[in-house]
């Protein structure tokens, strides 16, 4: 019954994960709308927008979701609301986010100075492309190799997973404290009008006097 009448195709899911139909403007703003009618605490979706804020600045491509909810989880937080927090981490965000984060790592871990973004994600991309070729490798006649992946780690992914840290545990902090207040402001709002509207009802429902 709720189901598509033409199912998306690979590529249209592909297309709607790198820019949504409406907008990243649009999908912003059912983002925001669906955690304000979120029904629970707003400290417990505070900490949920935390968690997923947090896990977004970490390079755990591919199980952000997985991690955010463990983490929401962990920590007492609403998991629907960090699953929706991940938003945050978008093809849009997340050249800045790795850029910042890598830039941070080095400097903290004295690596030296940045790596153009360029060169990071190309880095990436050839480590995944590795990856998969020594997992093929296991069964087959290819030979693995791990000189490359061992520099990525500790030039590149180590440096994110420093930087990411402490740049995420800063901005997650920050949309807890931004998250509750609005929150509150919300559900006292929708409280006085659901108070207003049943008191409304309850002066229409009264028997009127005849006499009066």
């Not at 900490?47 to 804020?53: E, H, K, L, T």
Request: proline letters at 7%.
């Amino acid at each position: 019954m709720f189901k598509r009448r033409k199912p998306r195709s690979y590529g249209q899911m592909a297309s709607d994960m790198i820019y949504p139909r409406g907008g990243w403007r649009r999908a912003g703003t059912y983002v925001l709308h669906r955690l304000r009618r979120l029904p629970d605490q707003p400290h417990r979706i505070g900490r949920g927008v935390a968690a997923g804020v947090f896990v977004s600045f970490t390079p755990i491509f591919g199980l952000h979701f997985l991690s955010a909810a463990a983490c929401a989880w962990v920590i007492g937080g609403n998991i629907l609301a960090a699953l929706l927090a991940t938003f945050v981490g978008n093809p849009i965000t997340f050249p800045f986010i790795a850029l910042a984060s890598v830039s941070l790592g080095r400097r903290l871990l004295g690596l030296g100075g940045e790596l153009p973004p360029h060169f990071i994600f190309g880095e990436f991309g050839r480590a995944s492309a590795e990856t998969w070729h020594n997992i093929k490798s296991i069964f087959g006649p290819e030979t693995a190799h791990w000189g490359h992946l061992a520099d990525f780690f500790w030039q590149i992914y180590w440096p994110y997973v420093v930087g990411g840290t402490i740049i995420g545990l800063f901005v997650s902090a920050l949309s807890h404290y931004l998250t509750v207040p609005v929150i509150r402001a919300y559900h006292r709002r929708r409280s006085k009008k659901m108070a207003d509207r049943i008191a409304r009802v309850r002066r229409a429902s009264r028997p009127q006097d005849p006499d009066a």
